[in-house]
Nanobody
Framework: VQLVESGGAVVQPGGSLTLSCAAS????????MIWARQPPGKGVEWVST????????YTAPSVKGRFTISRDNGKKFVYLQMNNLKPEDTALYFC????????????????RGQGTQVTVSS
């Protein structure tokens, strides 16, 4: 299993970014996928989850209305579109594979990528 994120950058408040996660080594279409983040000096925070076929999606209240998760099962990619970024969104963002048999509310994953850094600063 391999998950490789890209797209992180330094962006000004109010800006936008799209993160990408390339998946390989497993039947991508069979798994729910997760985006999570780890702010500097803090623990991991769940951001969003997408079902195996693309719907439904689930999003944390702190980013709801600003972040959108999506996936392309043909290309084996999962994306996170982030709009109206705020300084508190600064974090290492990573994608993860939801652990088989777990529920969305458990936010349990068995594989994760190394992450991509997003810094929101003026």
């Amino acid at each position: 299993v391999q998950l490789v994120e890209s797209g992180g950058a330094v962006v000004q408040p109010g800006g936008s970014l799209t993160l990408s996660c390339a998946a390989s080594g497993f039947p991508f279409i069979n798994y729910y996928m997760i985006w999570a983040r780890q702010p500097p000096g803090k623990g991991v925070e769940w951001v969003s989850t997408i079902a195996s076929r693309g719907k439904p999606t689930y999003t944390a209240p702190s980013v709801k209305g600003r972040f959108t998760i999506s996936r392309d099962n043909g290309k084996k990619f999962v994306y996170l579109q982030m709009n109206n970024l705020k300084p508190e969104d600064t974090a290492l963002y990573f994608c993860a594979r939801q652990a088989a048999g777990s529920s969305v509310s458990e936010v349990k994953f068995d594989y994760r990528g190394q992450g991509t850094q997003v810094t929101v600063s003026s």
